[in-house]
């Protein structure tokens, strides 16, 4: 059976614990809540950090302190720092890029968010490059992959990337079963090395996840920056309540999840 990849968005900008008071904020609960989420089974952790007033941050001191708290208490898992730019200044994006996560999320285009344009830049790209820091192409559109390949051939990233399809923000890119298959068909024709997954907002979180692994994905993403319910009815109570649905998932599709070493090596990382 080939791994998969278990990859959980402990925080994102959005969700505040008004909306879950699970969603981590401090430092602290970002360590916490990721140690769980990689004891239930997750390999790779997707990091915002936030300000005490839950606004999102751009904050290296607070990016610094997760990043060591994760590689002190969940051994091999995979640190992946978001340079997003949702509520924060576009100039500080990549400013944590120093501190060389194993990975950085990197948008090759912009689009419409429902209040905001989401702009992107390949400055980010160059900074990743210079730390030694693989890239996670986040498409939210499917412009976006000519954008990733464009960057191959200006040499800011190896031919093997890994890629993220976002499904289901309002105004962006629905979550629609056929749209994948464009998406995955486009992938495969530009950058046929390149590893991929990809993620369901809100309530389309479970059913990408298994049109994802009823195709082959590399890597399923949940967690409380996506989705804030275990279901219809109830919140859910912890990053690692969602991971381990996303474990059920990958197990019912005849896969199984990856260990932190096998998540490495299928995502080009060092031991």
């Known amino acids: 059976m080939n791994p998969v990849v278990v990859a959980v968005a402990i925080t994102g900008s959005v969700p505040r614990k008004?909306?879950?008071?699970?969603?981590?904020?401090?430092?602290?609960?970002?360590?916490?809540?990721?140690?769980?989420?990689?004891?239930?089974?997750?390999?790779?952790?997707?990091?915002?950090?936030?300000?005490?007033?839950?606004?999102p941050s751009s904050d290296s001191a607070r990016f610094a302190l997760v990043q060591e708290g994760i590689r002190k208490h969940c051994p091999g898992m995979i640190v992946q720092f978001s340079t997003g730019g949702r509520g924060?200044?576009?100039?500080?994006?990549?400013?944590?890029?120093?501190?060389?996560?194993d990975m950085a999320s990197l948008s090759t285009g912009s689009v419409n968010f429902p209040t905001i344009v989401y702009e992107n830049i390949d400055t980010l790209a160059t900074g990743m490059k210079t730390n030694g820091i693989r890239p996670?192409?986040?498409?939210?559109?499917?412009?976006?992959?000519?954008?990733?390949?464009?960057?191959?051939?200006?040499?800011?990233?190896?031919?093997?990337?890994?890629?993220?399809?976002?499904?289901?923000?309002?105004n962006a890119m629905p979550?629609?079963?056929?749209?994948?298959?464009?998406?995955?068909?486009?992938?495969?024709?530009?950058?046929?090395q390149a590893?991929?997954?990809?993620?369901?907002?809100?309530?389309?979180?479970?059913?990408?996840?298994?049109?994802?692994?009823?195709?082959?994905?590399?890597?399923?993403?949940?967690?409380?920056?996506?989705?804030?319910?275990?279901d219809r009815t109830r919140l859910a109570a912890s990053n690692a309540e969602?991971?381990?649905?996303?474990?059920?998932?990958?197990?019912r599709h005849g896969r199984r999840v990856a260990t932190a070493a096998e998540a490495r090596s299928l995502l080009g990382l060092a031991g």
């Open 242 to 251: 969602l991971v381990t649905a996303a474990c059920e998932a990958v197990t």
């Open 195 to 230: 590893t991929w997954t990809a993620a369901g907002i809100g309530r389309h979180q479970a059913e990408v996840m298994d049109w994802a692994l009823a195709r082959g994905a590399d890597a399923v993403r949940t967690g409380l920056e996506d989705n804030i319910r275990i």
């Open 18 to 55: 008004k909306d879950n008071p699970a969603v981590p904020i401090l430092p602290s609960e970002q360590i916490e809540s990721t140690q769980q989420a990689f004891e239930a089974g997750a390999t790779l952790a997707h990091i915002h950090v936030r300000n005490d007033d839950e606004t």
């Open 175 to 192: 979550a629609d079963e056929h749209v994948l298959d464009i998406l995955l068909a486009e992938l495969r024709r530009l950058i046929p």
């Open 136 to 170: 996670e192409i986040e498409i939210f559109d499917l412009s976006h992959l000519h954008g990733a390949r464009r960057l191959i051939e200006a040499g800011l990233m190896d031919a093997r990337p890994h890629v993220q399809f976002v499904m289901g923000v309002k």
């Open 88 to 101: 924060r200044d576009p100039s500080a994006r990549g400013s944590s890029l120093y501190l060389k996560p």
